[in-house]
């Protein structure tokens, strides 16, 4: 490490490098009075440990332990955070390695030469926030990255990839990650999960998550085949909720606690059952109309509803994404690749008939996530605010940043209160992004709360107990761990 | 008095209670050069009279001064801010006596507990803030409200109940409220406010408002019964409309000086004469479509504009609320238990009919209040901006907290300026959280206003007399008071 | 002038005016830490040339340098930011001379009158901060206007526009403009612009921008009419297309960098040709319905894309304005009258026609603006954070104030980083306005970075990057100076 560090320390020590530094009281309130309740506030939680209970990490690198390849692979590829702002700023994503498994290594130096060129794109975005955070205090970088340090800095991260310091175990083990949720498809087998619960040295609790969005969508093209994925007898439609159910119980015994659903709306009209028979013979028959695909789709979450309320999974809503936008794209790099875009969203209407039938049934959990923030005031937090079952989901995706973060606190709070919001979601792939990401919450909701003691709104003894109850209690209590 | 007290002062002082205390500066920037600037300002309108043109209060507790009954039926069972909150976080509404009249002690003492064993839930919601203030000021309760201390707060605050200086006319002196309006059918005698307007032991005035909602949606169920309420000959489109113009005429003789329409949009789109006169017809037979139901209402919505500008009530629009949005809750409890939800609003296209026709009418005014904040820069205040008759309401229900109100303050005055807002409005059936509310209101203008003096946008010769203009010249320049 | 200032300074001396000063740090955040960052980066950007790459100066004035007329035809008559704000508080538009060449003197100092004795009106809005800092830094005010010194202020004003520091071009040379577009009319000849360039006395850059709106409506009144005037043989649809090229080469010629595209909505969905030829003729011969004229125009804001790729200009796009909202003003007072009002635009279903065929095309820019605020982080900012093409454009018209655009600061920046945004566009009609409101921008953007940076996000040096970028590099890569 030594070694590896050394050319760098060199370069900042001659003033040819810009140092790279975390520091205490970053993304903290900078009014003095303000900020020195917020520093007690966040102190008291800094170190709890993560609850995670929605996120995209492959559960294979914790179950095979292997060590990460590189830096691009680590950072840039799988990371369409980044890769998106880079496309934007003219890299071309295949430069980028997206897509593709980990690169050889000139083409993997090459892509990090790339991401550190362009280290001002990314001025004032989260992203540079969780990579400060992450080169920092996982990899011990002190210069901030540029084109002339670019190769020091692979050379220093991919040294310590290859320790057992930084294999992926002891990273979680570091991050002091108590859950961690995974995303998976309903036909997995699940193997990964039950082989790290049945391993002693593994102590985060990793669980699964059942995401049947493409099972329910049935005029994909491919849809005829993929259903019969689920097992069982997809031949008519008895039969396929028969094998949703049953795969939800297969989920739920290898630990899920949530089942993820995530569409172009938020419809949840029920249709007759004979008519749900007839449209799935149709899609079955590959004959189906977008109409009767979509309608169909709305009757299947209010029916996920349903089997929520009979299995007690916690229902989480992720709609309001224009999937694909770019089609070239997609069809080069494949999904996830960086050109999925927001649409608007509504959810009064849409969720009023699921609501109408389950939104007092006992247990019952439904955690509202969006990506339009007009919802937040307008209608997450007036249905929070009343059903039980509602939960406002943290701020998702292109919302995880700063000022929506704000702007959600204030905009949920102000109607529902604390005892509303499902607490801190990172629903991140980039796993070394975590704890960065759950520290910036931790910061943030400290911050928020000293604005509330500040303006003598709330009493210090309850912010400290609302801010615990954000990061600790309320996430265990929203998906029931 | 002292008696009931006693056990708290002791809990208290023995540091088992937190105290509950309002402090001077609360909701004013906490930036201290911004913070002796708001004061400043605040101090100058915090005891001016409080100007209300529009609210629920029911007039009848005024007129017979009777004791309010406990505090239970005072704070809790009315207020759907309060009891949906404890809904959502599970309570059952039938514990809390929703729809009842005032409980038997036991009961009313149980859901009292219930309240203060979820203080809790209320964190960070104006209803706690509006809460703190009442107890403090009207009944000085010095702790903070808990499991513990549930029963005392309750006899010392029913203790005070029965005393002269809490009866309802002695509370409506001591907050000082120079103009009170109230919200009724159009079908009511109004007898309260004449008697209340001829009992010369009241300086209040009390004002009915004209709300005809519910004759002009002529498809609910029971419309044709309802709309024999009006008087005179409605067998005919004709006699509706003199039935509604007499109403109103009555109305404003009994002080009246507004019409307050709330419906699913703002739509104001004429239709023909004969075509109305079809609608009419159809309903009053019970065959009337929704769609027709639909066109008949905002036909009528123009034509209240069309009174409006002959009998000069001002007219306000409330829309955008799914009303009853949990069925099962509107059939158990009525309406108003806390689950109305808002939807997204419309004004531009929807009020281009009626403001092509009467928008530059002398005297006519209309404010607009929205539940959906993204209309506040797009819509209201755009529209407020040219047109004379057009005011942009303050915030309404949901949207009544600080965050909100702050976001209203900067997104209507940028765009139109201050002369252009309704003045604080506090739309609400808690009569005791009238001060509190206007109280808030003032705070936060004053903060506001103090911030574009730091910012040195405006003078503090200037903020001052646009804060009196808020809070005094303002509403009863737009009310016609 | 000293005549004319004289009772002013007298009267101020006397303390019956209010002094009018510009305060140094006006705008900049309150906090003294983050203040005393924002003064070091606004410093550093405060002088720099402006670059204006959309507006709406007439460009003959800067040819001809006729001195303006006098404080009404500079400041009142043309500013539809000002008539709107006086016509909402009760003056007649007709008195203020709107639609009306320059007024005869009695008619032009009465209408100055009104301005001043409304002066309140203005508070809050930007454009009274824009008044402010015109009186003060143009012509030396300093009293703050009101009803008893509108008349000295005329004189004082109307005296030194007679003088050759304030003629036109002096005043051009005075604002430090380096760049300039105007917008203008495919069919205009461009005589201006020419002469602009061929002057060598004019140091800036004076470029005409194509804005084919009208010729794109083609089911409006008179476009059959009106198309002629873009040359060429426009009897068929192939000749259109040639027309609507030739026009924007000729542009191109005479300096233009952009193409500006103002409809309804945002819609590029195209349609197969013969279709368009089938449309194309029926609105040569009056029969296109409005779907038909619809499906038209979004067809051909497609097309303008392709040309785009072909020639060169940048596209920018200013959707979703109800136009002439109150038809009887539009009919006495003609457009631009005050009561253009906005309405909700959507991006991403919309342009993803465009984008799939267009969006990754080297050297293509689309600048994206709109007056609904909530498509910052929902839409705009989404897409601008993937298409190399896409550019957030700076607030635009409603949204021009300092609360806007610290939430398109955040909202965009956040999401998409600094390099996405357009950097400032003054699109004023107001020549006096711009530099006011690109000092007004620098401010606003000094003090975002700087709670960039006390918040720890972002070292200084890389915040003086981003502002220099944002005032200077930004406009001219986007828009290809």
């Known amino acids: 490490m030594a070694t590896a560090c050394e050319p760098i320390a060199t370069a900042l020590t001659l003033g040819l490098m810009a140092a790279l530094t975390l520091h205490p009281d970053r993304l903290l ?16 939680v800094r170190d709890l440990p993560i609850v995670s209970p929605h996120g995209h990490v492959d559960p294979r690198i914790l179950r095979d332990d292997t060590p990460f390849a590189d830096p691009t692979s680590l950072f840039l590829q799988p990371d369409h955070y980044v890769t998106r702002l880079l496309h934007a700023g003219g890299v071309p994503l295949q430069q980028l390695g997206v897509g593709e498994e980990p690169l050889p290594e000139n083409r993997a130096r090459e892509a990090w030469r790339l991401l550190c060129a362009h280290w001002d794109l990314f001025r004032g975005t989260p992203v540079r926030y969780w990579f400060d955070s992450e080169l920092v205090d996982i990899f011990g970088v002190t210069e901030r990255p540029c084109a002339e340090n670019a190769d020091a800095l692979y050379d220093l991260i991919a040294g310590q990839l290859r320790q057992p310091s930084h294999r992926p175990r002891a990273l979680l083990r570091r991050f002091g990650i108590d859950f961690l949720a995974t995303t998976d498809d309903p036909g997995d087998d699940l193997t990964a999960h039950a082989a790290l619960r049945d391993d002693p040295a ?25 259903v019969k994925a689920l097992g069982g007898d997809v031949g008519d439609y008895a039969g396929y909720l028969a094998a949703l ?34 449209i799935y013979r149709a899609a ?19 029916e996920m509803a349903r089997m929520s309320c009979d299995d007690g999974l916690v229902m989480t809503m992720h709609p309001g994404i224009h999937r694909n936008h770019h089609p070239a794209t997609a069809n080069q790099f494949g999904p996830d690749s960086g050109h999925d875009i927001p649409t608007a969203v509504e959810f009064t209407h849409a969720l009023q008939p699921l609501l109408a039938r389950f939104g007092t049934h006992p247990g019952f ?4 996530f969006t990506v339009d923030a007009d919802v937040y005031n307008r209608e997450i937090a007036p249905l929070a605010g009343f059903y039980p079952c509602v939960y406002a989901g943290a701020p998702w995706w292109f919302l995880d940043n700063p000022s929506e973060i704000r702007h959600y606190q204030a905009a949920v709070t102000e109607i ?33 709360l000293a604005d509330l003691v500040a303006a003598h709104r709330l009493d210090e003894d309850e912010a400290l107990d609302a801010l615990t109850g954000l990061v600790d209690d309320q996430p265990r209590k929203v998906f029931k761990l």
Chains 1, 2, 3 share one sequence.
């Open 245 to 278: 159910e049953a795969r939800r119980r297969y989920f739920i015994a290898h630990g899920a606690v949530s089942a993820d659903h995530g569409h172009a709306d938020a419809g949840t009209e029920p249709i007759e059952r004979h008519e749900a028979e007839r």
């Open 284 to 302: 079955r028959a590959g004959t189906v109309s977008p109409a009767e695909a979509a309608a169909f789709r709305r009757h299947m979450t209010f």
């Open 416 to 448: 529902a209160g604390f005892s509303r919001l499902s607490g801190f979601i990172d629903d991140t792939r980039a796993f070394c992004s975590i704890p960065a990401r759950h520290d910036m919450s931790r910061r943030l909701d400290a911050g928020f």
């Open 202 to 226: 593994v102590d985060t609790t990793v669980a699964p998550t059942f995401r049947p969005d493409r099972y329910l969508e049935i005029g994909r093209p491919g849809w005829p085949e993929q």
């Open 365 to 368: 959990h439904l955690v509202l």
């Open 29 to 44: 309130p900078t009014d003095p009075a303000v900020r020195s309740i917020a520093r007690r506030l966040y102190e008291a």
